[in-house]
């Protein structure tokens, strides 16, 4: 019996709640602004720890959204030594959640060993009593790059100074995960697919609550001290009846025709344009999923008092979040091109000179309303003209290489700085002061800015700036002045009027 079935009739109300007295400890999240770590947080907080987040870049990450004095973060590139220092001593647990395989700034497993050997070098410094750390589940000779470099992280982490405990997850799915989002975006758009073979493979999906429940469970518990654990759900499935579940619980039919012959580049590109995820991120888990993910027997769940949720219910529940507007975190706001790499900050001074300008303004009738117009932008409300437009644009990116239109945003009517929206990062994003900043992420021969700013005379300011690279750069402007002229008057028009 695969590990993940243990612990079955254990009823539980929350994830927030605390499994079992534990004193409150300060504990180090790294990753603060990934997928797994901003839904690990609240759990963490509402146990009444101190929990200090290592980031990148502070602008990305929006300490409002957590109400908590407890919280603090901490500004560190795992890739710079020299930053290392600003990461406290006085810690008692460190979660370490940083992986590197969508990054555009080099081969990610080195970056990934690069990154886990500072982290040790700085936890054997500290006062850290047990590092936590979350891999995927490693259980055939011949590995994906991916997995390869997760089990040579976690060979790199263990230490004779603090215990170090390790969780391998296989697919996890959540609203807003990586997976689901494929899942969803391949069944709801593709009737009938003509998919490669590696959708025979199997796997052990796990919902993202139980990831959660396993990950804050498991600290200073002294029976996990230097082991790993994988963990899963309790449903053993090929990639291919994960769809047509999918399907089944969303009411929709589906055809799946296996083609033996589809190499793993054609892979890559079928998921690529069908999908929102980056051609890098398709390529590795292309690789990935050729390789089976099933869980080894161990007793985990059992004794941590967890009810590992079905393949079903997980969607499900991932529906009733969406549904609800509850998504806490996506995979889609953890990743940024080359550009954004250098911080946000770096792009919060829009350009002045050598630049092309798109400026219009117009009085508001009722201020509110427009501000809830622009915090809703994008996604599935549209840019308020010609998104037939917009998601011509999105097209030509996506054969380009670039991230297109179908990213979307997480929540449809909050935001917030590091969020993406469709083919846009938020750069800024203050409601009080009536500004929002966004920055192209699409393939430019240039840079480009687009910024709403509501004055105090009620006037709706709105610029797209662009400055261009080199010739191509000018005419890719004057090619495009009659479409902004069309685009941009009528934006403005529709999110000024009543």
């Known amino acids: 019996m695969p590990q993940s079935r243990q612990g079955a009739g254990i009823k539980r109300n929350s994830i927030f709640a605390p499994y079992h007295i534990q004193p409150f400890m300060k504990i180090l999240l790294t990753g603060a602004t990934g997928y797994i770590a901003k839904r690990l947080l609240p759990v963490l907080l509402e146990n009444g720890h101190e929990v200090a987040c290592c980031v990148r870049d502070v602008n990305r990450f929006d300490k409002s959204r957590f109400n908590s004095q407890k919280l603090s973060l901490v500004e560190v590139d795992f890739l710079l030594t020299?930053?290392?220092?600003?990461?406290?001593?006085?810690?008692?647990?460190?979660?370490?959640?940083?992986?590197?395989?969508?990054?555009?700034?080099?081969?990610?497993?080195?970056?990934?060993?690069i990154s886990a050997g500072n982290f040790k070098m700085r936890m054997e410094q500290t006062r850290v009593k047990q590092v936590i750390y979350l891999s995927g589940i490693v259980n055939e000779k011949e590995l994906s790059k991916h997995l390869s470099s997760r089990k040579n992280v976690e060979e790199i982490l263990y230490s004779d100074?603090?215990?170090?405990?390790?969780?391998?997850?296989?697919i996890i799915v959540g609203s807003g995960s990586a997976s689901f989002e494929i899942i969803r975006d391949l069944v709801e758009k593709m009737p009938f697919m003509i998919a490669p073979r590696w959708l025979n493979t199997r796997c052990q999906p796990i919902a993202i609550r139980n990831v959660v429940e396993f990950l804050s469970r498991v600290m200073m518990k002294e029976e996990t001290f230097n082991k790993s654990f994988d963990i899963g759900g309790p449903d053993i499935l090929t990639y291919r009846e994960m769809l047509l579940r999918f399907a089944e619980?969303?009411?929709?039919?589906?055809?799946?025709?296996?083609?033996?012959?589809?190499?793993?580049?054609?892979?890559?590109?079928?998921?690529?344009?069908v999908t929102s995820i980056s051609y890098p991120l398709a390529t590795n888990l292309v690789n990935s999923m050729k390789v089976e993910v099933v869980c080894k027997d161990n007793d985990l769940a059992e004794m941590l008092g967890i009810e590992p949720v079905s393949y079903n219910k997980a969607i499900e529940l991932a529906f009733d979040r969406i549904e609800q507007h509850q998504v806490l975190s996506s995979w889609k706001d953890a990743l940024s091109g080359p550009a954004l790499e250098k911080g946000l900050s770096k792009f919060i001074e829009v350009p002045v000179y050598g630049c092309y300008k798109d400026f219009r303004k117009r009085k508001v009738s009722d201020t509110g309303k427009a501000l809830d117009k622009i915090w809703s932008i994008g996604g599935d409300n549209g840019w308020y003209y010609a998104d037939l437009l917009w998601n011509m644009r999105g097209f030509v990116d996506?054969?380009?290489?670039?991230?297109?239109?179908?990213?979307g945003?997480?929540?449809?009517?909050?935001?917030?700085?590091?969020?993406?929206?469709?083919?846009?990062?938020?750069?800024?994003?203050?409601?009080?002061?009536?500004?929002?900043?966004?920055?192209?992420?699409?393939?430019?021969?240039?840079?480009?800015?687009?910024?709403?700013?509501?004055?105090?005379d009620n006037v709706l300011r709105q610029t797209a700036t662009f400055r261009p690279t080199g010739i191509w750069g000018r005419l890719y402007w004057i090619v495009l002045l009659p479409f902004h002229g069309l685009i941009f008057a009528g934006m403005i028009r529709n999110i000024a009027k009543k």
Do not use: C
């Open 82 to 113: 020299r930053e290392l220092a600003r990461i406290p001593e006085d810690i008692d647990i460190a979660f370490y959640l940083i992986h590197s395989m969508s990054t555009s700034r080099g081969k990610f497993e080195e970056l990934e060993a």
């Open 409 to 456: 945003r997480t929540r449809p009517e909050d935001i917030a700085a590091g969020d993406a929206l469709d083919f846009w990062r938020v750069i800024y994003a203050n409601k009080k002061e009536k500004r929002l900043l966004l920055y192209a992420e699409m393939k430019l021969p240039g840079e480009a800015w687009l910024e709403f700013i509501i004055d105090q």
């Open 398 to 407: 996506k054969l380009a290489g670039g991230v297109g239109i179908r990213r």
């Open 249 to 273: 619980i969303r009411g929709l039919r589906r055809w799946i025709r296996i083609m033996p012959v589809m190499t793993p580049r054609l892979s890559s590109y079928w998921l690529y344009f």
């Open 161 to 170: 100074i603090y215990a170090l405990t390790t969780l391998k997850a296989g």
